[in-house]
């Protein structure tokens, strides 16, 4: 299911723990996994539960709590919205409706051409931002205009082109 490699990063991270304690190193082997693959499987989420000695529900528990480890496949560029009540009072809710019409998907799907998932997204933390965006759980935007959006998009649409 994975390779040999992600198995040998998986052993880096438990040992940086004591060996009756290697479940601590769940989001790191999940974090592993999802590099590789893309996302998170059910069948990855035992792999990983049977790796570190614990429970699958107990994996599962962590996928399903952080919405940076994605459950199915997800399009090139994640963005993840917050919509949380600091962000909705500045925007947010104007933000993720903004990029529902410009993508043409609703929370939670992918284009057609596979490039954009939208997922809202609990407080990322810079309300003071806000509207805010997170892409591929790496890169965060602020202050999401209109005119800011459509540059994002439509940058992240170029880089595609020439590639």
Avoid: W
Wanted: hydrophobic share 35%; charged share 20%; net charge negative.
């Amino acid at each position: 299911m994975i390779s040999e490699e992600s198995k040998a990063r998986f052993a880096k991270e438990v040992a940086k723990y004591p060996a009756d304690q290697k479940q601590s190193a769940v989001m790191a082997c999940l974090t592993i996994v999802q590099q590789e693959l893309g996302y998170v499987s059910p069948e990855s989420e035992q792999m990983v539960a049977d790796y570190l000695g614990m429970a699958p529900i107990a994996v599962h528990e962590v996928t399903s709590f952080y919405n940076m480890y994605n459950q199915k496949p997800v399009g090139k560029y994640k963005l993840n919205v917050c919509t949380n009540l600091p962000c909705q009072l500045r925007n947010g809710a104007h933000a993720m409706d903004y990029l529902k019409a410009k993508l043409g998907v609703d929370n939670n799907q992918t284009t057609p051409d596979g490039l954009f998932t939208l997922q809202q997204c609990e407080c990322l933390g810079a309300c003071a931002d806000s509207p805010v965006l997170l892409v591929n759980d790496t890169k965060m935007c602020s202050f999401m205009s209109d005119d800011k959006l459509d540059q994002l998009v439509d940058g992240l649409r170029a880089t595609e082109v020439k590639s």
